[in-house]
């Protein structure tokens, strides 16, 4: 045989294995395939479900896993795939995802209480047939029961002509629904712990939460591993392109919407959901593959979903840290469950990115506790509160050693931020977040420095209502490290002209104006339409009076901020110090 002829054989080899490969694995491997991926798609079709090595495969379509008394799938017979939205609505039907629904008991324990402390509610089960997904999922097992191999496939049929979702980014996510909605094991009802709230704590003499529904505790109130559950993420681009589809764990996010509507929700990569502690996908493009994904749902501000998306997007260039958020409308089970953004996380991962310095050598501490690090880490943090507290700052000696122990120009930036767009009320003592390294590792951001963090800016703040507030006068008043460093001169001349030019370039008024404009362009009908799931009613013109409120506030905020900082300091001194309006 001759070298041509040997040379041909080994080419038609090739090509015949390339063919034949593919029915090889569909014949004989245990993984099982649809035909179909998960997806848009224009047009109704017939879904196969390929490979298992001849083994039985079983298939549902409420988002539980497949067990061996489920349907068989019956290659002679695919499944039909059409647009879902006029099945039956089921679990958005629901009332007991929230204690918003029981307004008898609301009124009989938030009698007195002001309105504004009170969270709109009025929460409704949707009148019409939401938008639907058809959600498939598949296992082949063996002769002996046991699961080989399991697939998810959520499919849209027939969206092209909704305008809601074409700028935006869609998520699936599809759990066993006792995950969600069961009494004893549902991370989304009231629950069993709810009944026990009732009957043991609720109307108890002083129990502060008695007034406050959103606070009373339910089976989402409940954190920690026991409470995450199984599910399966897919998430598509505002392209439709899939950018990510995976088992993960989730959770109910959040202090006291937990028991608002939506709920924001955590997607944890582990590896024994998907053999990985790291999604495979770097969705945020901060070329990590994150651990931790958060849906939010806006906290606080869950009709208009604007404080945090605002904030984060327009303080992104101070010195200190901020979130990347995607606008993104989440279905639960296969049902529309709303407009949320999908998040970044503040953790040890997101420090290493963002800073690079290694995830073992950082310390972050939120709402004075360890977030990230050892418990002992602690004390690194109270030391440096109990030194800049208790030393006077307007010694040079004393404040340089501060600068030695906080990042100033972090510190300065983010209080003159949250300042000026009036934070109050659950800030400065709460909702916030710092970090630094342990020990010094020469690189620029781990000298041990402690650097700020924003995140949730939802309950005050960026408000028509505290527009004249003088937040600088609250914060010196509530927060004993501020006014401290208050105390020292040049922290004062810094700290002001920081204040005035976040107010002239952070927050330039039509800066502020085309970014909510960008808003209410790319995403009033996102949530308007999210508004009628959860309100029946898209509260067009709160949301039309929310924006044009928050142009003026940006317009006017700067002539406040000026009279405050004289109120505080002083005119002649800040024209001494060449700070000019």
Known sequence: MNAYTKKSLVVAASFFFLIIYPYLKLQFSKEI??????GYYDQEFYLSILGGGGYTIHYTTDGSEPTINDPVFDDKSPLYIDDATNHPNIYSERIDTSTGFLTDLIRQYTEGIPDYALPDHNYTVPNYAIDKCTVIRASVFDSYGNCLDSITGSYFVGFQSREIYQDIYTASIVTSPENLFDEETGIYVTGKTFSQFLENTLGQEGNWSNP?????????????FDWERKASITIFDNHKHTVLSENCGIRIKGGGSRGLLPKSISCYARDIYNGSDNFQS???HT?????????????????FKLKDYLANTMEQDLHFATMDFIPCAMFLDGEYWGMYYIMEDYNAEYIHSHYQVANNNIIMVKNDSISEGNEEDILKYEEMRTFINNHDMSNTENYNHACDLIDIDSYIDYYAAQIYIGRYNDWPFSNFALWRTRENDGSLYGDCKWRWMLFDVNSGGLSIDQLSVDTLSNVLLSDSTFSSLYKNEEFRIKFASRLLYI????????????????????LKGPLLYSNMRFYTD??????????NDMKTFFSERYDIIWDCLITNMGKEWLLENGIQR
Request: aromatic fraction near 20%; proline fraction near 3%.
């Open 503 to 522: 107010g002239r370039e952070v927050y330039n008024p039509q800066k502020c104006n085309q970014f909510l404009d960008d808003y209410a362009r790319t």
């Open 538 to 547: 898209s509260k067009s013109d709160e949301f039309d009076k929310n924006v």
């Open 212 to 224: 406050y529904w959103h606070w009373w505790t339910s089976n989402y109130s409940n954190r920690g």
């Open 282 to 284: 770097d969705i945020f």
């Open 33 to 38: 395939f649809f035909s179909h991926d998960s």
């Open 287 to 303: 070329n990590i593959h994150p651990h931790k994904i958060v849906f939010f749902s806006g906290g606080d501000d869950i009709v």
